[in-house]
């Protein structure tokens, strides 16, 4: 699900599941390397985890705020709070173990 920074507070930090954030840009190689290993993440995991993916082009602010410098960059929120990260492309089993 893509979100914008008006979504955000009732997509991410109210959800009542951890949430996986996909920060990322369509121009963007490793980016849409990654999206297929999301894509199975969150089939396999559907109803443990959330998945949603914010553009950095269509909403910098909200990488401005959770201090996204590269992408992908992948940030785990539990409880209304980010607990994990990761930057850059990484394998579904380095996934597993982010949120997990």
């Known amino acids: 699900m893509e979100i914008k920074a008006s979504d955000?507070?009732?997509?991410v930090i109210n959800s009542k599941i951890p949430v996986l954030v996909d920060f990322y840009a369509?121009?963007?190689g490793p980016c849409r390397m990654l999206a297929p290993v999301l894509g199975e993440f969150e089939k396999k995991h559907t109803g443990e985890?959330?998945?949603c993916k914010v553009n950095i082009?269509?909403?910098?602010?909200?990488?401005?705020r959770f201090n996204v410098m590269s992408?992908?960059?992948?940030?785990?929120?539990?409880?209304?709070?980010a607990v994990n990260q990761s930057v850059g492309?990484?394998?579904?089993?380095?996934?597993?173990?982010l949120v997990f």
């Open 8 to 11: 955000f507070e009732a997509e």
């Open 26 to 28: 369509d121009w963007c």
């Open 49 to 51: 985890v959330k998945l």
């Open 57 to 64: 082009d269509r909403e910098p602010q909200l990488a401005a």
């Open 71 to 81: 992408i992908p960059t992948l940030i785990v929120f539990r409880g209304g709070s």
């Open 89 to 97: 492309y990484i394998s579904a089993d380095e996934v597993e173990k």
